[in-house]
């Protein structure tokens, strides 16, 4: 957390800026400006450029500005956007319920004195000055059956692990790949290309499901697994106790009874 579903309630959120001029950036925490960005260089790209459009990639959301330069945001696990006084989500799962302005790693004021702010409790996110966007996969909101097939469901990789991975499918997490596993009544550690026509079809199905699900319920944690993703945890569908294993580098729950 937060995942691609967060990002895009983040984006949502970060429309509020558009046609705003940025006045000043603040970037004290150097350790959250990734891949040799630094503070210097974010006041001399952004202060007295308008922000023209607020995109996401996966878990990236971007905002572009008139000068032609890009901003990065990351949110790791941790990272809450803040525009004004309102953040764009209320609650993030494994995340800390405090609302510490300490915790506030970069920040840029407007003219308006409207203020766009990343609160990131441990750290986990990050600010870079126009990343590589192609280094991520197809975003997962608008993988086709078809890509879906071409990039993801390839090799001997476990199913999850492929899904996890953001330069094939940017945007999916641990709670959005267990929910739709979940869903679709597919083993996590099933090998990526093991899967039949079917069950490919059944996949790409349940994954859009479950973004608009999350989208509308609120969040990547509202998923119908997600009050039995705890030890000795039943399975809601069938009563089976879940599996709980490292799949994919994640600690994952699967039913074993009707996920195969």
């Not at 991520?136 to 997962?140: H, Q, S």
């Not at 090998?191 to 039949?196: F, N």
């Given at each position: 957390m937060p995942e691609g579903v967060e990002i895009e309630?983040?984006?949502?959120?970060?429309?509020?800026?558009?046609?705003?001029?940025?006045?000043?950036v603040h970037g004290p925490d150097r350790w959250f400006l990734k891949n040799g960005t630094t503070e210097v260089e974010l006041v001399a790209a952004a202060v007295g450029t308008t922000v023209t459009a607020a995109r996401r990639r996966g878990k990236l959301l971007l905002l572009d500005l008139s000068s032609g330069d890009t901003l990065g945001l990351r949110f790791g696990m941790t990272g809450r956007l803040i525009v004004?006084?309102?953040a764009a989500i209320a609650y993030l799962e494994y995340s800390s319920q405090r609302n510490d302005p300490a915790w506030d790693r970069y920040w840029m004021v407007f003219e308006s004195g409207v203020e766009l702010r990343i609160r990131d409790p441990r750290r986990l996110g990050g600010v870079e000055l126009n990343p590589d966007e192609e280094r991520?996969?197809?975003?997962?909101f608008l993988i086709t059956l078809g890509q879906l097939k071409d990039r993801v469901l390839v090799g001997k990789m476990p199913l999850k692990a492929r899904l996890l991975d953001q330069q094939r499918i940017a945007g999916v997490g641990n709670l959005i790949a267990d929910e739709t596993l979940w869903r679709a009544g597919l083993d996590p550690a099933r090998?990526?290309?093991?899967?039949?026509q079917n069950e490919a079809r059944r996949l790409h199905r349940h994954l859009r499901r479950v973004l608009g699900d999350f989208m509308t319920d609120g969040g990547s944690h509202t998923g119908r697994l997600q009050p039995a993703r705890v030890r000795g945890g039943h399975c809601p569908r069938d009563g089976a106790e879940l599996l709980r294993r490292e799949v994919g580098g994640r600690t994952t729950y699967s039913c074993p009874r009707h996920q195969v």
């Open positions: 309630m983040y984006r949502l959120h970060a429309e509020q800026v558009i046609g705003e001029t940025v006045a000043s004004g006084d309102d991520l996969g197809i975003d997962a090998a990526a290309d093991s899967l039949d």
